[in-house]
């Protein structure tokens, strides 16, 4: 569809004025698929299937909306989500937000990612709390408390649950892992956080540091996807 095919269409759509003095050219369903898509991290089809409907269906105009605001819309019609993500190009600026991940954030996600692909075509990924955690615990230096770090990673799993929404649980200690984490997170960013990640792993391990697991090392964007992964970086002393 063209520019002007999307115009003509969004003026012969019925009035969308929603109060007095709007002057959006979009009908009430639309702008609520646009507001939810940019708040992020995702549209689920499963869980929003009104919304999901009115994407598929009005699909070319959101996508020119958003490239309006410099993002790029990211639809997975086989496993049901949406979400847009910064536009491909080096000069355009960063509309997305990042969220700070500690160490410990970096290590769960890269864990729950693995186990995705390790298991997809085999219908939903569902792990229990304790089997992540028990990946995890090589990453704990002598020097870090149990009790202290076992508190980490209960951050970190609910952190999974409730802000970039990467789990959803089933049950009390176990989740599904969302099949959104393989887009989130492609194999280049996967590499690129990876190699640092296990660069900072075996200077910590080595010098057996106390350095506060507070220090982020990597970005996520948290209202997209949580979409693209920032580049990974390592925090000041």
Known sequence: MTAAEITDAAESAPSSE???GDTGGLPDRTRRVLLRLVRGPYLSGAREPQLWSVLLSDEAILRSRAADLFLELVIDRDNEFAFVRNAPAEEAPKAVRSERLTFLD???LL???QTLLSEEGRG????GQNEIFEQLTVYRTPDRDEKDFLSR??????KMLNKLRV???VGTD???ISPVLRLIVDAEQVRAITAEYERLTDERVSALTSRDDEDAIA??????SETDMAETEEADG
């Open 111 to 113: 864990a729950l990612r």
């Open 106 to 108: 970096t290590a769960m």
């Open 167 to 169: 789990l959803h649980p």
């Open 153 to 158: 990673l209960n951050s970190s799993w609910h």
């Open 18 to 20: 929603l109060w007095v």
């Open 124 to 127: 939903r990924v569902i792990v």
């Open 219 to 224: 970005d996520v964007e948290s209202d997209h």
């Open 174 to 176: 176990r989740a599904e």
